[in-house]
């Protein structure tokens, strides 16, 4: 089959539509969108900066016209058959090649062809593609017959669109319902048969794992596929060979040694298989699978995919507890850690493979083993698979629809179950697959009061039928190897209490939208949990890309702008004054707000890894933003980790020491009731994630605020492979409430693995003295750091806060520590702490 991009050429422009009159053509670019189109050629202003988003949604209120005149060479227009394909249009759109209407799209999320042969010719063929208004579309069908719309952020009638719902607004994204073609655009010139998809499937045993390929081919002509391997292929491969056809394959090992199949049959045997793990337990070997479609000894049709030998499931049993769950990867059970993933960008095409790549890959850097692809945005590009399967994170791969009702008509059925076949045959052969998930969020709200979600008693059954039976039935036919659940959080399906702490698993959001203290955590040990989050502001320099000075305040309008979640830098200031003195200037005020999140995320981790085998996995929301904003996101908008990343970087790594304290004087204790009498007792913990058991060494002191050790023990340990070992519980008879901290560290063949400290009150009421915090560079690639006394949540920064270091935000017992430079140039260094905070 020959491929030809029809990346050039392109020319944009909006037409005569209502009160809009027709423009003049511009540049545009495929792939690509409008908004950035018009960036390109000066026609708007960043929608990101202050409060530019307003304006921006009023240019979506348009239609827009896409078109390009390309040649067609010879050899293309001698094939059997040439097809126009589409990888994806951002939405409604109407398609139009040398004058005649191809069809009409509404749906971002799958691929669209047309039969063109007869209507191209050598030269000047013209494409067209007239994009409607995203925003009238849904206005207009939700006056009609109105959904509802759970995020009170989104833009009503966004339901009724297939189209990124974020799109339209979140409580983390702007209303930027951006438009275009978005995803490459080609002619496919095809003789006799082409390949529709190949499907590869594994069967394990002791060393050796059995290889099974179906292949469905379409015939020219044919109304239907035909498919080689799999059950009840027989007739249709006698057909194929009737029209002299077979499929060759050939395997690649990770080593380049290639392993060729046997001719008519579907299916090899890999001996001595180098299998896929996730991140943490293993490495990442990737099979390369190359399947010819031939025909007289000319090769029609090629195929090519990288894939992982691995089992994947999810294990759900009976227990003590209730019901596990838990990511299953060749017989090992592997506890979870990970973020939710949500789009990387509001203006698609600045989403590069580069850039998907690198955001991946300091998530593997911090020792994430697993990511969530949120339903509310779109199926990741195949450049997101394939760096998870080189990076060893496993997917967990929601159908793209969140927090709204849905009106199951004929056609939409259609359109969905399209869409579903489309995404589930690209995406079904990835290693890091690790299950699909119904949709988000919406059994949660349906179980609580499905009265209030839905307007009409058919949505209810529609529920049922969209997410537990039509997605099931399609799996069954295109992916019945990969574990299906119905929806996040659920139990099983069915409305059968969705968020129970014992099955399934849950989305906890009592700390935050429900305003509890951090130490709710402890209260519950969720079997797991898929989302749990806190929000920060991000960095200054990030801020500033958005604001002018007179902006920096967190009241602000425009700061309100960049905060999409009702009353959340309230909420902020809540927790602030509950933790930290109240800060003294605008940067200070980010630097808490950060510590505050990461502090957060960090007592709830830690308790639930403590409690591996109940608990099995923490997914934190969320990973990123798609703009600069202030939001639940551990990395930023401009990349820059916040502190909550270097602290997952800690808890979530292999070998970690913990601590669970009593007798903390918290913000709810009244400072006038003796509080010294308080009883203290600490109890450190030992999580071994990793596939090896461990000999290590605990050691904790009891300090006082300059650094000096009051009382220190240490001992042995052997923490066994894939579990958590608890230290016995220690009372501190003499530690002095707002004076004392304990220190704690897990060492192992010499050098510090893990480490950290806990206080017996809030930070605002200890009373720190001055570390008097040095920060100077050692050549190009190293940082030494100096403190004087006890010294907590220590930030390095640059000038222009481009550093990205082996470790930031650390607590710091008086002496050095050297940080290695992994990005930036250690120039202008500036170091603070909570000592800083006041």
Same mark, same amino acid.
């Given at each position: 089959?020959?491929?030809?991009?029809?990346?050039?050429?392109?020319? *944009?422009?909006?037409?005569?539509?209502?009160?809009?009159?027709?423009?003049?053509?511009?540049?545009?670019?495929?792939?690509?969108?409008?908004?950035?189109?018009?960036?390109?050629?000066?026609?708007?202003?960043?929608?990101?900066?202050?409060?530019?988003?307003?304006?921006?949604?009023?240019?979506?209120?348009?239609?827009?016209?896409?078109?390009?005149?390309?040649?067609?060479?010879?050899?293309?227009?001698?094939?059997?058959?040439?097809?126009?394909?589409?990888?994806?249009?951002?939405?409604?759109?109407?398609? !139009?090649?040398?004058?005649?209407? *191809?069809?009409?799209?509404?749906?971002?999320? &799958?691929?669209?062809?047309?039969?063109?042969?007869?209507?191209?010719?050598?030269?000047?063929?013209?494409?067209?593609?007239?994009?409607?208004?995203?925003?009238?579309?849904?206005?207009?069908?939700?006056?009609?017959? $109105?959904?509802?719309?759970?995020?009170?952020?989104?833009?009503?009638?966004?339901?009724?669109?297939?189209?990124?719902? !974020?799109?339209?607004?979140?409580?983390?994204? $702007?209303?930027?319902?951006?438009?275009?073609?978005?995803?490459?655009?080609?002619?496919?010139?095809?003789?006799?048969?082409?390949?529709?998809?190949?499907?590869?499937?594994?069967?394990?045993?002791?060393?050796?794992?059995?290889?099974?390929?179906?292949?469905?081919?379409?015939?020219?002509?044919?109304?239907?596929?035909?498919?080689?391997?799999?059950?009840?292929?027989?007739?249709?491969?006698?057909?194929?060979?009737?029209?002299?056809?077979?499929?060759?394959?050939?395997?690649?090992?990770?080593?380049?040694?290639?392993?060729?199949?046997?001719?008519?049959?579907?299916?090899?045997?890999?001996?001595?298989?180098?299998?896929?793990?996730?991140?943490? #337990?293993?490495?990442?070997?990737?099979?390369?699978?190359?399947?010819?479609?031939?025909?007289?000894?000319?090769?029609?049709?090629?195929?090519?995919?990288?894939?992982?030998?691995?089992?994947?499931?999810?294990?759900?049993?009976?227990?003590?507890?209730?019901?596990?769950?838990?990511?299953?990867?060749?017989?090992?059970?592997?506890?979870?850690?990970?973020?939710? #993933?949500? $789009?990387?960008?509001?203006?698609?095409?600045?989403?590069?493979?580069?850039?998907?790549?690198?955001?991946?890959?300091?998530?593997?850097?911090?020792?994430?083993?697993?990511?969530?692809?949120?339903?509310?945005?779109?199926?990741?590009?195949?450049?997101?698979?394939?760096?998870?399967?080189?990076?060893?994170?496993?997917?967990?791969?929601?159908?793209?629809?969140?927090?709204?009702?849905?009106?199951?008509?004929?056609?939409?059925?259609?359109?969905?179950?399209?869409?579903?076949?489309?995404?589930?045959?690209?995406?079904?052969?990835?290693?890091?697959?690790?299950?699909? !998930?119904?949709?988000?969020?919406?059994?949660?709200?349906?179980?609580?009061?499905?009265?209030?979600?839905?307007?009409?008693?058919?949505?209810?059954?529609?529920?049922?039928?969209?997410?537990?039976?039509?997605?099931?039935?399609?799996?069954?036919?295109?992916?019945?190897?990969?574990?299906?659940?119905?929806? @996040?959080?659920?139990?099983?399906?069915?409305?059968?209490?969705?968020?129970?702490?014992?099955?399934?698993?849950?989305?906890?959001?009592?700390?935050?939208?429900?305003?509890? $203290?951090?130490?709710?955590?402890?209260?519950?040990?969720?079997?797991?949990?898929?989302?749990?989050?806190?929000?920060?502001?991000?960095?200054?320099?990030?801020?500033?890309?958005?604001?002018?000075?007179?902006?920096?305040?967190?009241?602000? #309008?425009?700061?309100?702008?960049?905060?999409?979640?009702? @009353?959340?830098?309230?909420?902020?200031?809540?927790?602030?004054?509950?933790?930290?003195?109240?800060?003294?200037?605008?940067?200070? *005020?980010?630097?808490?707000?950060?510590?505050?999140?990461?502090?957060?995320?960090?007592?709830?981790?830690?308790?639930? &890894?403590?409690?591996?085998?109940? !608990?099995?996995?923490?997914?934190?929301?969320?990973?990123?933003?798609?703009?600069?904003?202030?939001?639940?996101?551990?990395?930023?908008?401009?990349?820059?980790?916040?502190?909550?990343?270097?602290?997952?970087?800690?808890?979530?790594?292999?070998?970690?020491?913990?601590?669970?304290?009593?007798?903390?004087?918290?913000?709810?204790?009244?400072?006038?009731?003796?509080?010294?009498?308080?009883?203290?007792?600490?109890?450190?913990?030992?999580?071994?994630?990793?596939?090896?058991?461990?000999?290590?060494?605990?050691?904790?002191?009891?300090?006082?605020? @300059?650094?000096?050790?009051?009382?220190?023990?240490?001992?042995?340990?052997?923490?066994?492979?894939?579990? @958590?070992?608890? *230290?016995?519980?220690?009372?501190?008879?003499?530690?002095?409430?707002?004076?004392?901290?304990?220190?704690?560290?897990?060492?192992?063949?010499?050098?510090?693995?893990s480490a950290g400290s806990v206080l017996f009150c809030a930070p605002k009421h200890f009373a720190f003295e001055n570390p008097h915090l040095r920060a100077e560079a050692v050549g190009s690639d190293e940082i030494l750091v100096t403190a004087d006394a006890y010294a907590k949540s220590v930030e390095i920064r640059n000038e222009d806060d481009t550093l990205l270091l082996s470790d930031n935000y650390f607590d710091m017992n008086p002496g050095t520590r050297r940080l290695k430079v992994l990005k930036g140039a250690p120039e202008g260094l500036a170091a603070r702490s909570v000592f800083d905070i006041r």
């Open positions: 089959m020959e491929k030809m991009l029809l990346h050039e050429n392109w020319k *944009l422009r909006e037409v005569s539509a209502g009160d809009f009159p027709e423009t003049d053509w511009i540049p545009g670019t495929v792939p690509g969108s409008v908004y950035q189109d018009y960036l390109n050629e000066g026609k708007m202003e960043d929608p990101y900066w202050r409060v530019n988003e307003e304006q921006a949604l009023e240019l979506m209120k348009r239609d827009f016209e896409y078109r390009t005149v390309f040649d067609v060479p010879e050899g293309m227009l001698s094939r059997d058959e040439v097809i126009l394909h589409f990888d994806g249009i951002d939405t409604v759109a109407d398609i !139009c090649l040398n004058g005649q209407t *191809l069809g009409h799209v509404e749906n971002m999320h &799958r691929t669209w062809e047309y039969r063109v042969k007869g209507l191209l010719k050598k030269e000047e063929n013209e494409l067209s593609v007239r994009i409607s208004s995203p925003v009238n579309y849904i206005y207009d069908r939700y006056e009609k017959d $109105p959904l509802i719309v759970a995020s009170s952020d989104a833009m009503r009638g966004c339901s009724y669109l297939r189209k990124a719902h !974020c799109m339209f607004g979140w409580d983390w994204g $702007p209303r930027l319902p951006d438009a275009g073609i978005w995803r490459p655009v080609s002619l496919l010139g095809v003789d006799a048969a082409r390949f529709d998809n190949v499907y590869v499937t594994q069967n394990h045993e002791p060393d050796r794992v059995t290889l099974y390929f179906q292949a469905d081919v379409e015939l020219l002509g044919a109304e239907r596929l035909y498919r080689l391997g799999g059950n009840g292929a027989q007739k249709d491969a006698a057909r194929l060979a009737q029209e002299g056809m077979e499929v060759c394959i050939t395997v690649t090992a990770p080593d380049g040694s290639v392993q060729t199949v046997e001719a008519g049959r579907m299916q090899t045997v890999i001996e001595n298989p180098q299998l896929w793990w996730p991140n943490g #337990y293993g490495e990442q070997p990737l099979y390369s699978v190359k399947a010819e479609l031939c025909c007289g000894g000319t090769v029609l049709d090629v195929w090519e995919k990288r894939i992982g030998l691995r089992t994947m499931t999810v294990t759900r049993e009976k227990d003590q507890w209730g019901e596990s769950f838990c990511h299953e990867v060749n017989g090992v059970r592997i506890f979870a850690m990970g973020a939710d #993933y949500i $789009p990387e960008d509001n203006i698609l095409p600045r989403v590069t493979p580069e850039r998907t790549h690198e955001l991946l890959t300091q998530a593997k850097n911090a020792h994430f083993n697993c990511i969530r692809v949120w339903g509310g945005g779109h199926y990741p590009a195949d450049a997101f698979w394939d760096a998870c399967d080189e990076l060893g994170l496993i997917v967990w791969e929601d159908f793209m629809f969140a927090c709204c009702v849905y009106d199951l008509t004929e056609e939409f059925e259609a359109n969905i179950r399209a869409e579903f076949i489309d995404n589930v045959k690209r995406i079904r052969n990835h290693a890091s697959l690790g299950l699909w !998930c119904g949709n988000n969020e919406m059994e949660l709200f349906l179980a609580d009061n499905p009265a209030e979600w839905c307007l009409k008693h058919s949505q209810l059954a529609d529920y049922i039928k969209m997410y537990e039976y039509i997605i099931p039935q399609i799996l069954k036919e295109y992916d019945p190897q990969t574990f299906y659940w119905p929806a @996040s959080p659920s139990s099983g399906g069915s409305f059968d209490m969705p968020n129970d702490e014992n099955r399934g698993d849950v989305h906890y959001w009592d700390v935050w939208h429900g305003n509890k $203290p951090i130490t709710e955590y402890r209260k519950f040990f969720f079997r797991y949990v898929s989302e749990f989050g806190f929000q920060s502001f991000p960095a200054l320099k990030t801020v500033e890309t958005f604001t002018l000075p007179e902006d920096r305040n967190i009241f602000s #309008y425009v700061m309100e702008k960049h905060q999409r979640n009702q @009353s959340a830098n309230g909420k902020i200031m809540n927790y602030m004054e509950q933790t930290f003195l109240y800060p003294n200037d605008f940067d200070t *005020l980010l630097y808490a707000s950060q510590l505050l999140q990461a502090e957060a995320m960090r007592y709830g981790v830690e308790h639930f &890894r403590r409690n591996r085998g109940r !608990c099995m996995g923490t997914i934190i929301w969320q990973l990123n933003d798609c703009w600069p904003v202030a939001s639940w996101a551990m990395i930023d908008y401009e990349g820059r980790w916040k502190a909550v990343q270097y602290y997952a970087k800690r808890f979530f790594a292999p070998l970690m020491i913990s601590c669970e304290e009593e007798g903390i004087l918290s913000q709810d204790t009244n400072v006038n009731a003796e509080p010294f009498e308080l009883k203290k007792s600490i109890r450190l913990c030992v999580s071994n994630e990793s596939m090896q058991d461990h000999q290590a060494t605990v050691r904790w002191q009891l300090r006082d605020a @300059s650094g000096q050790v009051k009382e220190a023990h240490e001992e042995e340990v052997c923490v066994k492979a894939l579990s @958590s070992e608890w *230290l016995e519980k220690v009372p501190l008879q003499h530690a002095q409430t707002r004076r004392d901290y304990v220190s704690y560290e897990l060492w192992e063949n010499g050098e510090t693995v």
